[in-house]
């Protein structure tokens, strides 16, 4: 089995859902102050709490690309606690496999990679629905990928 874990870059849109808690909170805050001023303490520190201890569940993203036997498949690794499996395809319906460099795929198309400078799309067709799944792996996984990838498949 080849595993190879992509951090992704950190963003301003992963903390969006705590400010929008901690404003709400805020909201509310206010809103109880007007109509029950001891309840403003403590909503406003509630939604502070929540804002900002419990929401940031995107904060540390990883991705996880496993290439075990023929079949390869992508994880979304979050808060390094909880594991959620994406996508996953055997090998076997790989047609093509090539750097990616931005522009419109056919078919449905699965994006797993942060960078576009060292991305790869590979895709595959399954009862003639085609997936273009474009990821960031490091140069071992791409010779593991194309060690294992049907014969007519071609490294660009």
């Known amino acids: 089995m080849k595993t190879c874990i992509v951090k992704r870059s950190f963003s301003i849109k992963a903390l969006t859902p705590s400010f929008v808690i901690i404003a709400a909170g805020a909201v509310l805050a206010f809103a109880s102050l007007m109509l029950f001023p001891p ?17 940031p569940g995107n904060i540390s993203t990883e991705y996880e690309y496993n290439l075990e036997g023929d079949s390869f498949s992508v994880a979304l690794i979050k808060n390094k606690s909880s594991r959620k499996e994406l996508f996953s395809s055997d090998m076997a319906h790989l047609v093509s496999c090539e750097p990616y460099s931005g ?3 056919y078919g449905t198309t699965l994006n797993f990679s942060e960078n576009v400078n060292t991305a790869y799309s590979i895709v595959f067709n399954e009862e003639g629905k085609q997936t273009s799944v474009i990821f960031s792996p490091d140069e071992a996984f791409v010779r593991e990928l194309f060690l294992v990838s049907p014969s007519k498949v071609k490294r660009i």
């Open 103 to 105: 522009g419109k795929l």
């Open 39 to 55: 309840l403003f303490f403590p909503l406003m520190g509630i939604g502070v709490i929540i804002g900002a201890v419990i929401a």
